[in-house]
């Protein structure tokens, strides 16, 4: 046999070894992504039994069979975040907080447009800001607005995410008036506008800003449902506080008016919703069954 035939059939053995190492790679690949999915479906069966840690363990060796099996990380992420306690803060507890963050991160990595990881990271952000000291809630405050905002900019008929938007500006208006009113000797119940110019231009400076941007939100979240009565309930609040920034009595008795006007349409929402629930009619329950 030549030379030539010889090193021709070595080339062919060497193509079909080759070409075989593939096929098996394939087959392979392809019995870890089955055995992937299967991981995830029994994970969301855990789930739905409130089994998270069970959940959990199936979600990682799904991704551990997979690494971009973004569907199995995210409900990894979710299956860490529904264990967290918000305000706990025993070192477990916060460790659901941080591998929930993380594997969120993950997910965004490989879907930077994934709407449920924004959702959740700021989500988690916001509950966190919750629990931490008056100098530290800003900050994580900041964070979720942040995330908010992402998902703003990819799914802009979000109500929830304009209405949080909305409650983070009270929750970083309100206790602030309150002290500057409790400094002034000024009770909560007393009328405004705050008489003090110093500190009313002082407040107008740092939050006035931060609570029209509120009232805007919550309109948007209106906007986009007219029964929205949560958000008009927040509507309520961010207008009747700003109303202590005004310069005369009689501007400050109109933006209450305003504010009353929300409360009233907060409160009839609500009732007619209730009045669509089954066992209700016209908003009462119907006791006679």
Request: net charge neutral; proline share 4%.
């Amino acid at each position: 046999m030549s030379e030539a035939r010889v090193s021709t059939m070595r080339n062919s053995t060497r193509l079909v070894i080759a070409g075989l190492a593939g096929v098996l790679l394939l087959a392979a690949t392809g019995c870890d992504k089955l055995r992937a999915r299967d991981n995830l479906n029994q994970g969301v069966l855990a789930y739905k039994s409130a089994k998270y840690a069970d959940a959990a363990e199936h979600f990682k060796a799904a991704i551990a069979l997979d690494p971009t099996y973004n569907s199995a990380r995210l409900y990894l992420a979710t299956s860490y975040m529904v264990q967290w306690i918000p305000g706990a803060e025993s070192p477990e507890n916060l460790e659901f907080a941080r591998k929930a963050h993380e594997e969120f991160m993950k997910v965004l990595e490989q879907d930077p447009m994934d709407k449920n990881a924004m959702a959740s990271l700021a989500f988690l952000s916001y509950n966190q800001a919750q629990s931490l000291p008056a100098d530290q809630k800003a900050a994580k405050y900041d964070e979720a607005s942040e995330w908010y905002h992402k998902l703003l900019a990819i799914d802009p008929a979000n109500k929830e995410a304009y209405y949080t938007l909305g409650v983070i500006a009270y929750a970083k208006w309100y206790p602030n008036l309150m002290l500057a009113r409790a400094n002034l000797k000024m009770r909560p119940e007393d009328p405004g506008p705050i008489k003090d110019k110093k500190v009313k231009e002082e407040l107008k400076a740092k939050y006035s800003g931060i609570v029209d941007e509120g009232i805007g939100n919550l309109q948007k979240a209106i906007d986009i449902d007219k029964e929205y009565d949560d958000a008009m309930a927040y509507m309520n609040l961010l207008v009747r506080e700003r109303a202590d920034l005004l310069d005369s009595a009689s501007d400050y008795k109109q933006q209450i008016e305003v504010a009353d006007n929300w409360l009233q349409k907060a409160l009839d929402t609500k009732k007619i919703k209730a009045s669509r629930q089954p066992g209700n009619a016209g908003g009462i329950v119907n006791d006679s069954k």
